[in-house]
């Protein structure tokens, strides 16, 4: 799967306009029945509202896309709620906006305002991050060599994870997947190639993302 943006965690945010109560609930989901799930559980908490909104965005090409205006004016809510997503192209999140009605209707222009609105406070509220999948990478260098290698490796942005001091001195590193052959090669020229390379699990970081 390529590196993909999503929320930071999991959450709510509500506003308030004309005396309507709009509760965003914000979800990590990788599957659509995580994302089922998820909108069920909030109507079944929620169910006196008047309205529980849903739109989410799964798949490693964004190609589940989904959106309900549960009762609301035909394009009104979910639609809105998903534009929103797309636009701050999100991933693998599921968002679902209750309302409960305060006793003023705002009118088909008013309720998009309002559903796109809501989605886009939570998300600036709970925070975006960027997960992007990294290779692990240690690189075993003598002694000598070592003080000047971890300069190197930390005036750098690759991710220094641990340093082993066993007959040699191990430095294990996270590295971006579409950088490794540009470290490899950086390696090679830090120690003239005396550096030993090993590979190992690849694992996902999360960068906050700031807009």
Not at 101 to 129: E, P, Q, T, W
Request: hydrophobic letters at 35%; proline letters at 1%.
């Amino acid at each position: 799967m390529q590196n993909f943006r999503t929320i930071k965690e999991n959450g709510s945010h509500e506003i308030q306009i004309k005396k309507s109560r709009f509760i965003c609930h914000l979800k990590r989901t990788e599957t659509e029945e995580e994302a089922i799930h998820h909108i069920e559980s909030i109507k079944k908490e929620h169910w006196k509202a008047n309205h529980n909104c849903s739109a989410y965005i799964l798949g490693e090409r964004q190609e589940f896309q989904r959106a309900h205006d549960d009762g609301e004016p035909s394009g009104t809510a979910g639609v809105p709620m998903l534009e929103i997503l797309k636009k701050r192209n999100l991933n693998n999140i599921t968002a679902v906006v209750t309302r409960y009605f305060g006793g003023i209707k705002l009118g088909a222009g008013g309720l998009i305002r309002a559903y796109s609105g809501s989605v886009n406070a939570a998300l600036s509220s709970i925070g975006i991050v960027e997960r992007q999948l990294h290779q692990f990478i240690t690189v075993s260098v003598s002694y000598p060599m070592s003080g000047k290698f971890e300069n190197q490796l930390r005036q750098s942005e690759y991710i220094l994870q641990e340093i082993h001091y066993t007959e040699s001195v191990s430095f294990e590193c996270l590295i971006r997947l579409e950088n490794i052959e540009q470290f490899l090669n950086e390696v090679t020229e830090w120690t003239s190639d005396q550096g030993v390379c090993t590979r190992g699990k690849q694992a996902w970081i999360e960068l906050e993302v700031s807009e």
